[in-house]
């Protein structure tokens, strides 16, 4: 029953990275569950990948992880060689800063996906392809058509119901002021 009553929150490491770190440590205090699906490239190159990868680390009780591809291309458009070695570099870097495989789980970049890219991630070793119900669009800046807090907040709380799967970004723009209101949302509507 308890199952039928969770929300997923699943944050992509995307956007502007300069909110990252205050999301993540949100989410800690707060006592939020919440699957990250880095990029490799991130992860492991830029200063604030890196140490979000060390908050995601300090806490495995509450951050499961899973696999979102090297550099972030169009998995539809590349060939299966190329799809196990995204998902294997990143996995090097996951398991190199976490200590823990982001087996089974894969989030296709853009949400990119179709029979053969299925295929070549399974065969690659990812079981789950992880999509999205909800997606809060916070990638994308107001200034250039993107929400604003009160339609992230909006979007989640009138669409949320048991087994939903959030998709936001830890770099959204807005993302950091939306998730207050959006958790006592949730925990109104009965989600956890």
Partial sequence: ADIIRDLISSLDMGGELAPALDIVQFLIDSDVRATIFPTGQTASEEEIGIEVMELIASKPDLFAVGNHSWDHPNFTE??????????ERTEGVIVDATGRSSKPFFRPPFGAQNAEVR??????GWAYVVMWDIDTVDWKPSSDGGPTVDDIVAKVLARAEGGSIVLMHLGGYHTLEALPRILEGLHAKGLE
């Fill in 119 to 124: 295929q070549a991630v399974a065969d690659a």
């Fill in 78 to 87: 590349i060939g299966a060689d190329e799809i196990a070695d995204q998902l």
